[in-house]
């Protein structure tokens, strides 16, 4: 009898909503520091009920699109036994009561943040799209993934009543298109055209430049942020290149990045610098 026979349901449910890829949403409060409000307390609670808002709604995502998958990942070398409802574990009815309930509490969100609320059915929306339709169109998919970072950025913002920087919006859209087609190519390079439909429109050396523009975009958009808006983050640019060296330097030599939350979680010097550089922010950004 495997290790996954002996689990209970719950487990198994949790996993289909995917609670490590929670970690994305801590984009969420990117405004909640570069605002200089979360010494407020009322600020933080904001925050943090748009931060659950946001794992509420991309959980459903998941769940959805693992529905929508099923048979396409029970396919897949990998998919076929990571996935709760590829391996079986979860049986589709119950993935659809999940998704359900999950809808509801996304509801009820519209009680407590109505505006935010309105952003993340938005995203709602958007991945509805990309499930259906616009996950087998080439480069569209990426920039999907993506504005629904820059989402998450937008509805931080709306939680606390503060406009959104236009700098933070754009180097957010970088930073998550390098992300997105440093995953495309690890797909590409790993499992072949098979993986996914839009990888046979794709190729490595295209899906390369792509990451390298956008990887440059990220950072010379957050330096002229920081120069020219915060100027005591500078000493923060320096992490922000170390960090995408060390991105990619996992990448290529290990293999690694079709989950850059995977990559996030288990690589020790891109954690610390991350690290490192959120004390730096909220350092300078002190009120």
Known sequence: MTASAVRPKWYSL?????????????????????????????????????????????????????????????????????????????????ATVLLVLLYAALGLGLLLQPATSLVILGYVALN??????????????????????????????????????????????????????????????????????????YSVPLIDRYAEMSATGALVFYSLFVISTQPKMVITIPLVIFGLFRYWYVVEQHKEGESPTDVLLTDFPLGLTILAWSGACLWALWP
């Open 14 to 94: 949790l996993r289909l909503m995917r609670p490590k890829q929670w970690v994305k949403n801590t984009f969420v409060l990117a405004p909640l520091v570069f605002a200089r409000e979360y010494l407020d307390p009322a600020a933080v609670a904001n925050a943090l009920v748009a931060f659950g808002l946001f794992c509420l709604a991309s959980s459903a995502t998941y769940v959805l699109n693992d529905l929508h998958d099923i048979e396409s990942d029970r396919r897949h070398p990998i998919k076929q036994w990571a996935r709760p409802l590829a391996a079986g574990l979860v049986a589709p009815q119950e």
């Open 128 to 201: 509805l799209l990309y499930t259906y339709v616009l996950k087998d169109q080439p480069v569209v998919d990426l920039f999907v993934i993506a504005i629904g970072f820059v989402l998450r950025v937008y509805a931080g913002a709306v939680a606390l009543s503060v406009p959104l920087s236009s700098w933070m919006a754009i180097t957010t859209l970088c930073l998550a298109l390098y992300l997105a087609a440093i995953k495309r190519r690890q797909e590409l390079d790993s499992s072949g055209e098979g993986a996914r439909d839009v990888l046979a429109r």
